[in-house]
């Protein structure tokens, strides 16, 4: 198709899936059409609760002629699999984080689209909410000067105690670097550009962890990856960061600190869509808040964007080029891990554009 509103279908009905069709199905420039997970039992009551017209396995919703675009929420696992065969079928793919596995898988998804002309795209879109575009606007107007150092961490003991299946945070694919190292390297990235190397120190502080809520409280499982990383990352000719992704803090901490040559930059939450956004000069005594303008509308705006850059036929900025860098950057980070060294990255990118002033995710752009 070449105008009118883009064909959505999503795979996988878990619980990140509520979100995002609470969120497809009020923006008019989409049309959520099927729902597909290997349970097609939750696949129909998903698709049910949220008006959606075609529910049932995989095949399904890639036979539908009008859907264009598919939304890959499977488990992390699956991530690359789901992403070839829904490329194969024909459609546009973008896809949860983390974009796949491992660097290998990612070149495959990237390759196969490029070879069909098809395009990929990856989460987290939150670089794009309000709070990390008003960051990225701060910066490019020289508020803060040039950057040179960024101090980031996210600390806490882990989603065990909440979560009633927390058994694949711990398994490759997960752990506090894979589950929301995506968030804080996409903000970093959008906001200075690629990395040219990484370092890091890791550790494991359990062998086991114990679920802490629903039905299977009190069970223990293994933990198979490590749960505290220590990163640096070298941006060329800007900055360099230090970041933190730990499992194993009794203090929680959601921090990105931006240091610049005219002052520093405290970013909200990179996991949310809003601020705070707060600025601090050279002689200041303490912080001081910054407005912040742009679209809070939470998880989807990264498939919205893309679905409307297919029609224009103009780059999307949640890119599959930008996730796949930032999947090679966790995959270094836990090489240096292990060996104690900085690696280079191979990856590249050039940094995604702000988006314009007054884009509405509930405007009707597409007839």
């Known amino acids: 198709m070449t105008d009118g509103p883009v064909g959505v279908a999503l795979v996988g009905a878990g619980v990140i899936s509520g ?14 059409l099927g729902v597909a997970d290997l349970d097609t039992g939750r696949a129909a009551a998903v698709a049910r609760e949220h008006g959606v017209p075609v529910s049932g396995p995989l095949e399904a919703v890639l036979g539908l002629p009008e859907v264009e675009i ?21 459609k546009h793919v973008y896809g949860e ?19 069909l002309g098809l395009r990929v795209g990856g989460a987290p879109d939150t670089f794009l909410g309000a709070g990390l575009q008003s ?18 961490a996210t600390q806490s003991l882990g989603p065990e105690s909440w979560h009633p299946n927390p058994e694949f945070f711990y398994q490759p694919g997960g752990g506090p670097l894979f589950d929301l190292g995506p ?14 190397r990484v370092a890091a120190s890791s550790r494991r502080a359990r062998a086991e962890r114990v679920v802490g809520s629903g039905p299977k409280a009190g069970q223990r499982f293994p933990v198979d990856v490590p749960t505290h990383v220590n ?11 230090a970041a933190t992704f730990s499992f194993d803090s009794p203090v929680n901490r959601r921090l990105i600190e931006i240091i610049g040559t005219e002052g520093a930059l405290s970013l909200p939450d990179p996991n949310t ?14 912080w001081r808040e910054l407005p912040v303008s742009g679209t809070t509308a939470s998880r989807g705006i990264g498939v919205l964007d893309m679905a409307r850059s297919l029609r224009a036929g103009t780059p999307h900025r949640a890119s599959g080029e930008l996730a796949y860098h930032v999947l090679d950057l966790m995959a270094a980070i836990a090489e240096a891990g292990e060996r104690g060294e900085f690696r280079p990255i191979a990856s590249t990118l050039t940094a995604p554009e702000p988006l314009p002033d007054g884009w509405d995710p509930y405007a009707a752009t597409l007839g």
């Open 19 to 32: 979100q995002y069709l609470r969120n497809l199905t009020s923006f008019p420039d989409v049309r959520v």
């Open 231 to 241: 990163a640096l990352l070298d941006f060329p000719g800007t900055a360099t960061a």
């Open 97 to 115: 984080k983390p974009f796949a596995m491992d660097p290998g898988e990612g070149a495959k998804i990237m390759a196969e689209a490029a070879a």
């Open 135 to 152: 960051a990225l606007h701060a910066l490019r107007s020289g508020l803060i000067g040039e950057p040179v150092a960024v101090t980031a």
């Open 70 to 90: 598919v939304v890959n929420l499977t488990v992390p696992v699956a991530h690359a699999a789901v992403a070839l065969e829904s490329l194969r079928a024909g």
């Open 183 to 196: 968030y804080y390297l996409t903000a970093l990235v959008s906001l200075l550009g690629p990395v040219a």
């Open 273 to 286: 869509f809003e601020g705070p956004l707060l600025v601090r000069g050279p002689h200041d005594a303490d």
